[in-house]
């Protein structure tokens, strides 16, 4: 029965019927925490979590930075991305760059703006967190796969104060990125931001 009514609802969104989801706060808080960055002529800086591979929760986290990206280009906000896997590097700079093109500036599009970190662990938190202290990063944003690195991120952008939108589909770290995180997606909140900001039919049917 749940199935039938994912397919269906699925099907109306492909037709272009309107399907209504709630604007969560957490989706104002992006808006808020670029506008913040640019103020402050500060940059971006974005992790799509540690999976391995890429796989539905890292394409919906690229979804989110898609849309992030798009808002820094509009007012030329320098941006940082960094990726775990290899793979997920090589799609997230395919997917910046069609960004910057979309939005007529492909000039401005900085390939050493998405970075390959480690795909270590711990060495990854390190470099990730190396760059926040080194950047003053004015916004922070987690969104995906994190385990005991989650609070080494968070704590690293809050001792500068970034404003921090952090969400982890592993239920063990979200009470860490709720500790010190401004704003933080709980549980379906996160495939609903994604659904919401790009209005992707089979995102947004299901």
Request: proline share 4%.
């Amino acid at each position: 029965i749940i199935i039938f009514f994912i397919l269906y609802n699925i099907k109306r969104a492909q037709r272009g019927k309107p399907l209504y989801i709630r604007r969560i706060a957490g989706l104002n808080a992006i808006d808020e925490a670029i506008g913040r960055a640019t103020e402050m002529g500060r940059p971006v800086l974005m992790v799509p979590g540690l999976s391995d591979t890429v796989n539905a929760i890292v394409v919906q986290a690229l979804n989110i930075f898609a849309y992030v990206c798009r808002k820094a280009a509009q007012v030329s906000n320098p941006i940082l991305l960094c990726c775990y896997s290899a793979g997920v590097y090589t799609l997230a700079q395919e997917i910046i760059r069609d960004v910057y093109a979309q939005e007529g500036v492909p000039e401005k599009f900085d390939a050493d703006s998405v970075r390959f970190i480690s795909d270590r662990q711990f060495a990854f938190a390190a470099g990730v967190s190396g760059l926040i202290l080194r950047q003053q990063t004015a916004a922070t944003f987690f969104l995906g796969e994190f385990y005991a690195e989650s609070l080494i991120f968070a704590e690293t952008a809050n001792s500068i104060g970034a404003i921090q939108v952090a969400s982890s589909t592993e239920p063990t770290q979200t009470p860490f990125f709720i500790a010190a995180c401004d704003y933080v997606l709980i549980g379906d909140e996160f495939y609903a931001a994604s659904a919401y900001l790009t209005r992707q039919p089979v995102l947004v049917g299901s």
